[in-house]
C-alpha cells in the first residue's frame, strides 16, 4: 500500500513540478509531524517545506503538523500557507 501511494505520489509530482525544482517524495505510516521529522534526521534534509492551512483561522494559526514540526525540527522550515 505505501509503495502504491509512494508511486502516485511520484507520477503526481513528476506532472505538476519543473524536473529541476522536483525534490524527494516520501510516504510514510505514523503521526504526520513524527514521520516529517524522522524522515527529515534520516535522509539529512537541509529543508523541510510544508503546507499548512486551518480553515476558521488560517490567517493567524498554524496547523498542528507544521507548528509541532517547526519547534522540533533541527533545520530550518518553509510552511506555505493554504
Known amino acids: 500500500m505505501l509503495e502504491d501511494a509512494g508511486s502516485r505520489l511520484l507520477a503526481f509530482a513528476e506532472e505538476h513540478v519543473p524536473a529541476d525544482r522536483l525534490g524527494s517524495c516520501f510516504v510514510g ?12 534526521e534520516q535522509i539529512k ?3 523541510i517545506v510544508m503546507a499548512s492551512h486551518k480553515p476558521a483561522v488560517r490567517d493567524y494559526l498554524l496547523g498542528p503538523n507544521a507548528a509541532h514540526v517547526m519547534r522540533h525540527a533541527s533545520v530550518s522550515v518553509l510552511i506555505i500557507r493554504n
Open 29 to 40: 505510516h505514523g503521526s504526520i509531524h513524527g514521520e516529517i521529522l524522522r524522515m527529515s
Open 45 to 47: 534534509a537541509d529543508l
